[in-house]
Structure formats: structure tokens, C-alpha cells
Nanobody
Framework: QVVESGGGSVQSGGSLRLSCAGS????????VAWFRQAPDDLREPVVC????????FYDDSVKGRFGISRDKASNTIVLQMNSLKPEDTATYYC???????????????WGQGTQVTVSG
């Protein structure tokens, strides 16, 4: 499984760092994506890092503000979110699969989600 952590509440312009940890899953051999779902909205892809650490952004609104990286030593994928805006408020999910995709179905493992709330 994969487990997210690091969500919380922050003021507009602030930063948060989300982590996706593999438990029984060696994330080095998986592509890992972050999706987000705002209230009353569909779950949407944000960004993905593949097994060769090539990054694909699916949401243009986060380019230049969000970064994704792989920490092999801790079997963790990190989503660094800077310059946060109220429209970034959502539940953030990480997902692991054989390759990056903007669709939900190719991912084998999904976390339970972590809430990010941006106010102001």
C-alpha cells in the first residue's frame, strides 16, 4: 500500500510538503502520481514521476509552484507545494502504477488521501 502524510491548513502563499510512503511496495519500481479532489468535484491528476524520474505535469496551474521528487532511501515520493492558493484546497491522493497516466485505472495502489486547506 501507499500512505500519504503532510497535509494541513496553510495561509495563501504558504508551503506544504506531502509525502507518499510505500508500505510493502518498493516505489523505486513504480511510477507515482498525485491526484487531488476538491469538494463536489472529480479527482484530477496533478503530477507524476515515472520509474526513470521523468516528471509529467497534468495541471498547468501548479507548474512553477509544485515539485515532485523521489527519495529512494526512504521509499517515499515527495510533493513540495509552494505559493499555495485557495484553489489548491483539496484532498490529495498518491497512486502507484507501472507508468504515468492521467487516468485513474492504470494505478495499482492508492492512498487514503490527505487534506490540504489553503485560506486567505
Amino acid at each position: 500500500q501507499v500512505v500519504e502524510s503532510g497535509g494541513g491548513s496553510v495561509q495563501s502563499g504558504g508551503s506544504l510538503r506531502l509525502s507518499c510512503a510505500g508500505s510493502g511496495v518498493d516505489l523505486e519500481y513504480y511510477a507515482v502520481a498525485w491526484f487531488r479532489q476538491a469538494p463536489d468535484d472529480l479527482r484530477e491528476p496533478v503530477v507524476c514521476i515515472n520509474r526513470r524520474d521523468v516528471v509529467s505535469f497534468y495541471d498547468d496551474s501548479v507548474k512553477g509552484r509544485f515539485g515532485i521528487s523521489r527519495d529512494k532511501a526512504s521509499n517515499t515520493i515527495v510533493l513540495q507545494m509552494n505559493s499555495l492558493k485557495p484553489e489548491d484546497t483539496a484532498t490529495y491522493y498518491c497512486a502507484a502504477g507501472p507508468g504515468c497516466s492521467s487516468y485513474n485505472s492504470p494505478y495499482d495502489y492508492w492512498g487514503q488521501g490527505t487534506q490540504v486547506t489553503v485560506s486567505g
